[in-house]
Structure formats: structure tokens, C-alpha cells
């Protein structure tokens, strides 16, 4: 372990910062579900967030209503740090929300709480900005984040579809918040499942009586 007594040369205010930047980089070693679009191995989170970052930087001429793309960036570069502590909880997972959302609180409290203390708090309150996926900001990175993974199913032929054997309503209903911030996007992922489900990667909805 290298010794970080050099930090102590520095005035508070810096050396909390940098000491949550080098904390926040283990969000590197956290593996999703997901593979990259080359299928040669999963992605990590500190990965899907800046490749959400840059789909929602391409992708903003379609969200619903006046939205900030700043500040939708920021909150998908800050959205999944809880991680580093509570992990990832894939979508199709069976840990149930409220463990989850006790997890990732008290990831919050400490990640967040390294930082000064106004900077704590606007990255705290983006954060649940976020999870709670009311504003129109919120509603659209919402969006992007559902969004990324379906793309990067459908190109490496099926991903976390095929590893939960995933069918099409199921999809459809861990989706659907897409519409919310970006009908135009839903309506594209409507043309990704489609396919899917004629290729065989995403099972078909059950049939109903």
C-alpha cells in the first residue's frame, strides 16, 4: 500500500476531493452483466457510464420536454457509484428492491459523504434526482440507461436475455420507463425486440387466454 501522507499537504477542501476520486475508481473492477458490443468480455460500470454519457450527448434531440444535457451527464456519471459498494444488481436479478435500494443508500452516505460538504450534497441530490426518475432530466437518463443494454443484447446476440432466459413481455416491463423520456427511442427498442425475438435471443411473450 502507497502511503498517501502527501495528501496531508494539502488544504481540506482539495484533499477531500481527491481522495473520493481515487475511491471512485474502483467502480473499474465492478463487472456488469452486459457485454461490450464485441462480445469479448463484460463490461464494467465505470464503462457503462461514461458509454450512457455519450448516448445521451448523441441521442438528447429526442427527449421529451426542455432537458439539461449537462446535467443529465452528470447524473450518469455519478448514477451507478453506489456500486463500488453495493455492487451491481442486474436487471433480471432476483434481489428484491427494497434490499437493494437499503444497499445502495448506504453506499451513498459514504461515497457521497467524501466529498466537501456542498459538493456532497448536489451529487447526493442528483443522484436521487435519478432514482426517483421524475424530472424531465431524470426521465430521459433514465431512458438512455435502459436503452444501452438492449442495444449492446441485440449486437453480441442475445447477453443477458439469453443468460436469464428472458422473454419479450418481461422486456417490455423492465423497458417501458424508455417511452417516458423518449417515445422516439421506445419506439427504436419496439424494432430491437422484434428482431430479437425472430433471431431467437429474446423468447416470446407467453401466450395469453
Known sequence: ???????????????????FLLEIDRLKTVIRGSRIADGSRQENTAEHSWHLALCATTLVEYAVGPVSIDRIVQMLLIHDIVEIDAGDTPLFDDT????????EQLAADRLFGLLPHDQADAFRSLWEEFENAQTPDAKFAKAVDRLQ????NHVVGGGTWTDYSVDES?????????????????EA???????????????PAPATA
Do not use: K, Y
Request: proline share 5%.
Open 189 to 203: 427498442a419496439e424494432h430491437v425486440f422484434a428482431d430479437a425475438v425472430a433471431e431467437g435471443w429474446l423468447l
Open 170 to 186: 418481461r422486456e417490455r416491463q423492465m423497458t417501458h420507463r424508455i417511452a417516458d423520456g423518449a417515445p422516439a427511442l421506445w
Open 96 to 103: 428484491t428492491p427494497d434490499a437493494q435500494a437499503d444497499s
Open 149 to 152: 443494454p438492449i442495444l449492446l
Open 1 to 19: 500500500m502507497r502511503s498517501d501522507a502527501w495528501l496531508g499537504q494539502l488544504d481540506s477542501r482539495l484533499r477531500q476531493q481527491f481522495r
